[in-house]
T-cell receptor, first 115, second 115 residues
Framework: GAGVSQSPSNKVTEKGKDVELRCDPISGHTALYWYRQRLGQGLEFLIYFQGNSAPDKSGLPSDRFSAERTGESVSTLTIQRTQQEDSAVYLC?????????????FGEGSWLTVV | AQKVTQAQTEISVVEKEDVTLDCVYETRDTTYYLFWYKQPPSGELVFLIRRNSFDEQNEISGRYSWNFQKSTSSFNFTITASQVVDSAVYFCALCGGTSYGKLTFGQGTILTVHP
């Protein structure tokens, strides 16, 4: 598609279960980012991938959170043993590179609710 | 550490009024980038503008204009002759020149334009 695609759009899960969120970046974009947006809040940076470089994981809130990216395509954000405070919208974004000047495009997000 | 403050949590105006959304930032980076994004009810973040720290020229795009003042660390956004379709949450964001894409977001301003 033309934009950043995320799935699922909505996910309700029970506390303690693991969830996987998927992101398909815009074709050709080497940089991919994950952000979290809690209700009524701004976005929090979680992690970014740039080509074959080691990802910047400095924003991951705990070791329950991990993310992988296959080459320069799909990325998966995994949350293990979900907690209620993990309820949020998880937004993925991509850009041509992390060099300055490239527009960062966001997807519509995956709404996660932990009950 | 970087910080972005959007002091206005919510703004309500009547159509055709002008409205200014404030953004104040803090950073130790000498090179940095400022952004504005719009988040309509659909949830997707729509890129509006990017400005680098060396370019203090104001910019106008249709009904939108931006006032970047390095001296006061502000990057304010004005919508002229507002329309109902402008109703959304608006986010100001910042990233350092060496960590492009790792955005620090403000809390957002909810703009409601009434007919």
């Amino acid at each position: 598609g033309a934009g950043v695609s995320q799935s699922p759009s909505n996910k309700v899960t029970e506390k303690g279960k693991d969830v996987e969120l998927r992101c398909d970046p815009i074709s050709g974009h080497t940089a991919l980012y994950w952000y979290r947006q809690r209700l009524g809040q701004g976005l929090e940076f979680l992690i970014y991938f740039q080509g074959n470089s080691a990802p910047d994981k400095s924003g991951l809130p705990s070791d329950r959170f991990s993310a992988e990216r296959t080459g320069e395509s799909v990325s998966t954000l995994t949350i293990q043993r979900t907690q209620q405070e993990d309820s949020a919208v998880y937004l993925c974004a991509s850009s041509l590179a992390t060099e300055a000047g490239n527009t960062i495009y966001f997807g519509e997000g995956s709404w996660l609710t932990v009950v | 550490a970087q910080k972005v403050t959007q002091a206005q949590t919510e703004i309500s105006v009547v159509e055709k009024e002008d409205v200014t959304l404030d953004c104040v930032y803090e950073t130790r980076d000498t090179t940095y980038y400022l952004f504005w994004y719009k988040q309509p009810p659909s949830g997707e973040l729509v890129f509006l503008i990017r400005r680098n720290s060396f370019d203090e020229q104001n910019e106008i795009s249709g009904r939108y204009s931006w006032n970047f003042q390095k001296s006061t660390s502000s990057f304010n956004f004005t919508i002229t002759a507002s329309q109902v379709v402008d109703s959304a949450v608006y986010f100001c964001a910042l990233c350092g020149g060496t960590s492009y894409g790792k955005l620090t977001f403000g809390q957002g301003t909810i703009l409601t334009v009434h007919p």
